[in-house]
């Protein structure tokens, strides 16, 4: 399955009148990016309609990017004059492509954010067909487009709770449950090396479990993972008071190394020596190090 995300706003936009610190175009950045990562989870290819939150990009585009998609999706918050108002609601193609999964995640982003309001979807004509121009984009392309409005951050409550991360990311992970629901869609469960959210992972078995923040050794070389289980290359690291340097290829290096023009001696287990180091001569006179003397 694939399916096209839309960051609705761009920069610094639609500041609310009830909390300063709250952007719309700072929060679907960020819950458009979690629900990337949840569906790549359920094996979907996702598509963005922004390479960054600075850039912007046309409305029919945006909505066109989404060609050979089965759905787009572009996420919001809205706005009303009276601050109680807070249903989310889905702004569907008015062909009734994206009603049934609208709905759903209308209702979705209800349970989870508590909203007073019963969730909705409405549909908008315009001269040229839809009114709104990233879903007359999408239709264009035959691809069924809604626009997902989470809440109102005019409405006192509903921004404060989008103001936390935590909750994008339980909400994040709803919607996409949501969508796994509707199209029966199953999660794989990953094994050994997987290039994904800008790193490499090494994921144990199939138990869809990654290391993080540890050592891990594969075949005879090992391999250290940061807190979001990313490869680290190419870097110095420190592990219990010892200095390590991880490879271009991320392996633990071993012996004499040159980085960044300067000689390291690194000893069997890869830790940075400090201390003199004797390097003997072999019967041809290459010189060999401790415990690699072939």
């Not at 994040?172 to 796994?180: D, L, P, Q, R």
Request: proline share 2%; with cysteine; aromatic share 12%.
């Amino acid at each position: 399955m694939r399916i096209c995300l839309d960051a609705g706003h761009y920069g610094k936009y639609n500041r609310s009148p009830v909390d300063g610190r709250y952007y719309e175009s700072d929060m679907v950045w960020k819950l458009h990016l979690l629900q990337k990562r949840f569906l790549e989870e359920y094996n979907v290819e996702v598509v963005l309609t922004r390479v960054t939150q600075e850039k912007d990009r046309g409305l029919y585009e945006r909505g066109a990017a989404s060609a050979g998609c089965d759905l787009f999706i572009s996420d919001h918050s809205n706005a009303a004059e009276q601050k109680t108002v807070d249903y989310p609601v889905s702004y569907c193609a008015i062909n009734g492509s994206a009603d049934g999964i609208g709905l759903a995640l209308a209702e979705c982003a209800e349970r989870v954010m508590g909203t007073r309001q019963k969730a909705r979807i409405e549909h908008r004509s315009g001269s040229h067909g839809d009114y709104y121009g990233v879903v007359r984009g999408a239709t264009a392309v035959g691809t069924p487009g809604l626009i997902l409005e989470h809440s109102f951050h005019t409405n006192p409550a509903a921004t404060a709770w989008l103001l936390n991360d935590r909750n994008l990311e339980e909400l994040a992970k709803a919607e996409v449950e949501t969508i796994a629901g509707f199209y029966g869609l199953k999660k794989s469960k990953r094994s050994g090396w997987v290039h994904e959210n800008g790193g490499e992972r090494f994921y144990l078995g199939d138990s869809g479990q990654y290391v993080a923040n540890d050592w891990y050794k594969d075949g005879d070389k090992w391999y250290w993972f940061d807190g979001n289980g990313h490869m680290a290359a190419d870097v110095w690291y420190q592990y219990k008071g010892s200095w390590y340097y991880l490879s271009q290829d991320g392996s633990m290096a071993k012996g004499l190394q040159a980085v960044d023009g300067k000689w390291y001696y690194l000893d069997q287990d890869g830790r940075m020596a400090t201390d003199p180091v004797l390097l003997v001569p072999d019967k041809d006179g290459a010189l060999q190090w401790p415990g690699m003397a072939g």
